[in-house]
């Protein structure tokens, strides 16, 4: 056996890749989360993107513009939930479900609607895609023992949403636990009457929350269509919006610790697409549909509580209204 | 010329909601650098005032002037900018962060916090010295006292430059010495200049502190006086409407057989901390045996054990047949079959389903009764008539089965509880804060129903933190401090001295 072998690097490069819109999501609930608003619309807002972000860069050929079509329309699905669970103080759970049955049924109507390939849209080519980027000095490196292929194979070579998606882990750490913002977004989502009190708007910081949830929520959805595939396909976020559920509460609501959780959820993804790796490494084969069920069976094990104690925000899933 | 301004003066104040006057034309004045007090019962409408003052509500009409200019208060932020500080009954903390990031949540300098922090961490110091109001600014909340949060939120509004500050209830949560330090706080603060307004429904406070109180009943202002041409008896008359008995009236107790009997009870707690280190107990029948102690000191461990909601090691008999303290039969409902009646701590927790009609909560705990059933389902007109007679005799307002618990006011769901418990006939009565949060005519009325029970001839453990209800109502006191019994005394034999010394765990 050879146990090494389970740590390849394009294994490792995959997990990365497939890591992003995880991280990304769960980034994106780490927020809402923090500030006191359950989301299970992630998968939704997910979906949604990737959807409007593949149609527009293939109508436009812009990719760019596809990206922003996708966190637009994430957005609106964000405004709809804060709409609801803020203003209206209704149920997050009920209003995060449908988010996600409404982004499930829409994207496949209205890509029939338009394109007419059976819920899909058209293979995107040239600038409808994000490409891989060459870091500086990637191809002078190679010949560096261990540190050159890490960097030329493993850090170096992917689109830029990857990088931005890494940058936003200690952006959030930043924005979290040094800014005012970051203090007041954590007490909104602990204590709403302190922060009332204290004279601060709740629900303008909630929407804040929820806002900023849409935005990554788009970044990972156009990303899944526009980066790591080639194209929107019906389902295509395949429960990835409830997986990165799974890697908050794993994560406890902080952002490292996200970036850990998510790294694993994508090695067990890339992984899963190896299965001649897994043979080599352990000697004997694997069911490929149990390789594919792991993120799965892990989400369940971790929501199940078995991974130690999380205390999620202590408002959170609570309609804060004034008392008396 | 400003110092003949008062620091508050509202004119005209009326809230209604819905059909619900809760403030009818209140005028009010306060003068600079006094300790004002405001009085009144449970729904009298004294936290709608101060929630008005506040920026919480806004007032049907009426005027406010601060400091002789008229001011409008549309919401939080506008109180704290006229220099209004407020300390909630329930603090407004949030629990997981640092007293210091507590303090300036709100009040931040720019969009970075490591200035502002490194700003409050200096002037925290300034007011510490100032007004003898220590704290440990890196204490995260949930790892210190309740009094020590008090005091935190007072920071909070001094550090946002209050002049003004206002106090919701500010001992209900507080040991007698913590009260104690509060008060020379507030002492202090007056000294210095700052104008205090305390609501309070305890008439020793308004009597130990106040420069001048103002009375409220049902909304309306019924007197402003100033404190020292008034006494407890008249302000009580005041609040209630009519001459309200301050004392428990009640003959000596006649003990006769032991009742109750706990030898080394021990209790382990979740974190594997003893709570109860070995008591040993008797309450006989026909007495009132009060446990005085401050909060958390094993009391509410006492009560649950006893009321068949945990466990425990020891024996404990009834009336000479031992109580299953862990197996089968350690459950509320054996524990009734056993004759033990529970009126909880935490009624609107334990002794109440909030959300559920009186009727059905008159019913939990003996819905089994065959009086309430009929076959295998349960006979609701039975149990609703029962619940209208029940509210008849113990006097409950509104007199409506079917309202919802959380619609009665405090003392009137202590009586349902009460009515529930007390009806059953038992041999023993497990009471726990038997008027906490309850108004002062609501008291008179339980205590006389507790005494009324001990004439009966039943035994009576009672628990409060108020020592001043436990010297009226029991007849003999035991002590608790760190889960042992400190002492134990007749009521007549001792004062408030001598048990706040056991309770500190000084002395026996």
């Given at each position: 056996m050879n146990f090494l072998a389970l740590f390849d690097l394009s294994v490792l490069d995959s997990t990365v890749r497939l890591a992003v819109p995880l991280l990304l999501a769960c980034l994106a609930g780490l927020f809402s989360e923090r500030g006191g608003i359950f989301d299970i619309g992630l998968e939704g807002k997910m979906l949604a993107a990737a959807f409007f972000s593949a149609a527009i860069a293939a109508t436009t050929g812009s990719v760019w513009i596809g990206l922003l079509a996708g966190i637009g329309a994430s957005l609106t699905l964000s405004a709809v939930h804060g709409v609801a669970s803020i203003t209206f103080r209704g149920n997050q759970l009920i209003s995060g479900v449908a988010i996600n049955f409404l982004a499930a049924g829409l994207t496949v109507l209205i890509a029939q609607s338009w394109f007419r390939q059976g819920g899909r849209t058209p293979s995107l080519i040239g600038g409808g895609r994000f490409e891989p980027i060459t870091l500086p000095f990637a191809d002078a490196l190679t010949?560096?023992?261990?540190?050159g292929p890490l960097y030329s194979e493993l850090i170096s070579g992917h689109s830029i949403l990857v990088y931005v998606a890494l940058l936003c882990v200690p952006g959030t750490w930043y924005i979290l636990f040094r800014t005012r913002f970051g203090l007041r977004l954590r007490a909104v989502g602990e204590n709403p009457a302190a922060v009332d009190t204290a004279g601060v708007s709740v629900v303008g910081l909630r929407f804040a929350a929820v806002g900023i949830c849409g935005i990554l929520c788009g970044i990972a959805g156009a990303y899944l269509a526009t980066g790591l595939q080639a194209g929107f396909v019906k389902d295509m976020t395949a429960g990835r919006g409830f997986i990165a559920l799974a890697a908050l509460i794993f994560a406890k609501w902080r952002p490292w610790h996200a970036l850990w959780a998510t790294l694993l959820f994508g090695y067990l993804q890339a992984i899963a697409l190896r299965p001649d790796i897994i043979e080599g490494a352990l000697g004997f084969k694997v069911q490929v549909q149990l390789l594919d069920a792991m993120p799965y069976i892990l989400t369940v094990v971790i929501l199940a509580g078995f991974v130690g104690k999380a205390i999620p925000?202590?408002?959170?899933?609570e309609p804060y209204v004034k008392e008396r | 010329m400003t110092a003949t301004h008062p620091a508050i003066e509202l004119k005209g104040i009326s809230k209604a909601f819905g059909p619900v006057q809760a403030n009818k034309d209140i005028s009010i004045r306060v003068m600079p650098g006094t300790i004002h007090g405001i009085i009144g019962e449970n729904g009298a409408g004294k936290s709608t005032l101060m929630s008005i003052l506040y920026g919480f509500y806004k007032a049907d009409a009426g005027e406010v002037f601060i400091a002789g200019q008229k001011t409008d208060i549309p919401d939080s932020q506008a109180a704290i900018a006229a220099g209004i500080g407020m300390v909630f009954q329930h603090f407004k903390l949030v629990?997981?962060?640092?007293v210091l990031e507590n303090i300036i949540l709100g009040a931040e300098d720019g969009g970075f916090l490591k200035p502002s922090l490194a700003k409050a961490r200096k002037s925290l110091v300034d007011l510490a010295a100032e007004y003898e109001l220590n704290v440990d600014p890196d204490a995260r909340i949930e790892e210190i006292g309740v009094g020590m949060q008090q005091r935190v939120e007072i920071l909070k509004a001094l550090y946002r430059q209050a002049d003004i500050l206002i106090l919701d209830e500010p001992t209900g949560v507080l040991t007698p010495a913590e009260a104690d330090q509060l008060f020379r706080i507030l002492g202090r603060l007056r000294e210095e200049g700052k104008t205090i307004i305390l609501i309070t429904h305890k008439l020793r406070e308004i009597m130990d502190t106040t420069d001048t109180v103002s009375v409220m009943r049902r909304g309306e202002m019924t007197a402003t006086v100033k404190t020292s041409e008034t006494s407890p008896e008249q302000l009580a008359e005041l609040m209630v409407g009519r001459k309200v008995l301050l004392r428990v009236d009640k003959t000596p107790a006649a003990p006769g057989p032991v009742v109750l009997d706990i030898q080394n009870l021990r209790v382990v707690d979740e974190q594997k901390v003893e709570r109860l280190r070995g008591i040993d107990l008797q309450v006989r029948a026909g007495e009132i045996l009060g446990i005085a102690g401050v909060a958390g000191n094993g009391q509410s461990e006492l009560l649950e054990v006893l009321g068949g909601y945990a466990d425990g090691t020891g024996t404990v008999t009834l009336n000479g047949q031992p109580i299953d303290l862990?197996?089968?039969?350690?459950?509320g409902r054996s524990r009734r079959t056993n004759g033990i009646a529970h009126v909880p701590e935490d009624r609107q927790r334990e002794g109440l389903i909030m959300d559920f009609a009186a009727w059905e909560n008159t019913a939990f705990g003996y819905h089994h009764d065959p009086a309430y059933t009929s076959g295998l389902l349960s006979n609701n007109a039975a149990i609703k008539a029962e619940t209208q007679a029940k509210m008849n005799r113990f006097d409950v307002r509104p007199p409506n089965p079917q309202l919802a618990a959380k619609n009665f006011s405090g003392g009137n769901q202590q009586k349902i509880v009460l009515a529930r418990e007390i009806e059953r006939n038992p041999d023993l009565l497990l009471v726990g804060q038997?008027?906490?949060?309850?108004d002062i005519g609501a008291i008179e009325f339980i205590h006389q129903q507790i005494v009324a029970l001990r004439d009966q001839g039943k035994a009576i453990l009672l628990v409060s933190v108020e020592l001043e209800e436990i010297l009226s109502l029991a007849d003999r006191v035991a002590v608790m401090f760190d889960g042992q019994i400190m002492g134990e005394r007749l009521s007549q034999d001792t004062d408030e001295k001598e048990l706040g010394l056991l309770m500190a765990g000084v002395g026996a």
């Open positions: 010949t560096v023992p261990f540190f925000p202590r408002a959170g899933g | 629990e997981n962060f640092t862990t197996g089968k039969y350690s459950d038997p008027t906490r949060g309850v």
